[in-house]
């Protein structure tokens, strides 16, 4: 057999392992199931790749009410609210407002038609997404982590290298490649496109508890948000009886630990007096996670033949938590911008050029308000709310969500943030000290992952 009939029988052996999909999605979190879901409904070919199996821990488990039109339109609404508790609204309490509670109604929001969201375990809610995806048509492959995405010298397409459990090495010839691997971020990471985001720095440790004390009826499934002197806590109640309660703090507290995770954070729950009264009685069931670099963004949202949904373009402060909803309307959005490209590639520039517009707002539109929450003056506002020229109810439409509809909020919300650069400038010592310390806070440095267990 001469030398050429080799290299031609190896070639061939060679593509027959190289298979070919018209969209690959990385990850099978909200982001990529929906996404995998909307493509395959339409008659593409799609392969979603999850390194991981479902169901699989996740944190961050508080919907928002626009999240439920999306999950009526995947059609998987019916079965995640069995698994979920209502949540009607955000308290807020404050130690300098003499641990005061402060509720958020979603039922006084701009749009009354959205009331209530959900409390999921994520464990099961992103199960039933990605269960939705295959359903629908979408090649799932769980256990396979993606190594490598080569970009072809033409542009039209890439080759994706990924490795599963098994050991074996898949490669795949795509059309498209969609990033939602979340804070994995592999193509940020692969095109150098990832930053911190300079304007906020955090850190959060977490775990889950049995026993802690709710409100009773309708305030059971509420979030309630407390601020202490390092940051802020959540506490979401979970409809099989866990509690799941984590920190959000400056970096330089978590810095300052010296003992087990586990220690450091009931010492840090013991700081904030309401909170420790409602786990007085609680048990610590999970594991306790902590990480750090929390919020980033990628300088580029997507190129000629991939996008980046979700965490995987950015992250941001958990404390409205809008990462759920983001990460599925991206999903949506990204699902219209790939059919545009691919096949009406005329259209593609423009099309690319509104995804990332999209992209960009609802971060931008939640931070105003994550950036100064921490303030002495947004604290105070938050914690004495008024409607008047309806400017609560435009603020309790960003806190559900309703950024992306064409809702008339953005006029409210201009009076709003006068009102806050008033209040601040009557306060101004206060203020300045606060923004000082902030500035302080977010020069210190954490390291990317400092994620261990009690």
């Known amino acids: ?90 308290e807020f309490v404050s130690p300098w407002h003499d641990n005061k509670a402060v509720l958020l109604d979603f039922a006084d929001a701009w749009d009354k038609d959205h ?46 290298t990924a490795q599963t459990d098994a050991n074996e090495t898949l490669q795949y010839k795509t059309r498209f490649v969609v990033d939602a691997s979340g804070r994995d971020t592999i193509l940020a990471n692969q095109l150098g496109t990832k930053a911190k985001n300079k304007a906020h720095a955090s850190a959060a440790i977490y775990g889950h508890f049995e026993g802690a004390k709710r409100h009773e009826g309708r305030l059971e499934g509420n979030i309630t948000v407390f601020w202490f002197d390092h940051g802020w806590f959540w506490f979401i109640p979970l409809s099989d009886g866990a509690t799941s309660v984590g920190a959000v703090c400056w970096p330089y507290y978590l810095k300052s630990r010296k003992n087990s995770p586990k220690e450091f954070f009931m010492d840090t729950i013991a700081l904030c007096a309401p909170l420790a009264e409602r786990l007085k009685d609680a048990t610590l069931v999970s594991d306790v996670t902590a990480t750090g670099n929390y919020s980033y963004t990628s300088h580029r949202s997507s190129g000629k033949n991939y996008l980046m949904l979700g965490d995987a373009f950015a992250f941001i402060d958990p404390v409205f938590s809008s990462g759920v909803f983001l990460a599925m309307n991206s999903g949506f959005v990204g699902a219209d911008t790939i059919d545009t490209c691919l096949k009406e590639p005329q259209k593609a520039t423009a099309a690319l050029k509104k995804f990332d517009k999209i992209m960009r707002a609802g971060p931008k539109e939640f931070s105003w308000f994550i950036y100064r929450l921490t303030s002495p003056s947004m604290r105070d506002l938050f914690m004495a709310p008024q409607n008047k020229w309806r400017v609560q109810e435009a603020i309790l439409a960003v806190l559900a969500g309703d950024i992306f509809r064409g809702t008339p909020i953005h006029g409210r919300l201009m009076i709003f943030r006068c009102i806050y650069y008033i209040t601040s400038l009557m306060n101004i010592k206060r203020n300045w000290i606060a923004w000082r310390r902030r500035k302080k806070n977010i020069a210190e440095l954490v390291p990317r992952a400092m994620v261990t267990n009690s």
């Open 1 to 90: 057999m001469s030398d050429e009939t080799v290299i031609a029988e190896t070639t061939e052996m060679e593509q027959e392992k190289l298979r070919t999909c018209d969209v690959l999605v990385i990850g099978g979190g909200p982001a990529g199931a929906t996404v995998s879901t909307r493509l395959a409904e339409r008659g593409y070919n799609v392969v979603l790749m999850e390194k991981a199996h479902h169901p699989r821990f996740h944190i961050g488990e508080s919907l928002l009410p626009l999240n439920l039109p999306l999950l009526e339109e995947l059609g998987v609404k019916a079965e995640v609210e069995q698994q979920s508790m209502i949540k009607h609204g955000v």
């Open 115 to 160: 009331p209530y969201a959900y409390q999921v375990r994520r464990s099961d809610f992103d199960h039933t997404l990605i269960k939705n995806a295959k359903a629908k048509g979408a090649n799932v492959i769980e256990g396979c982590r993606v190594n490598q995405v080569k970009f072809d010298d033409a542009g039209v397409g890439a080759t994706i």
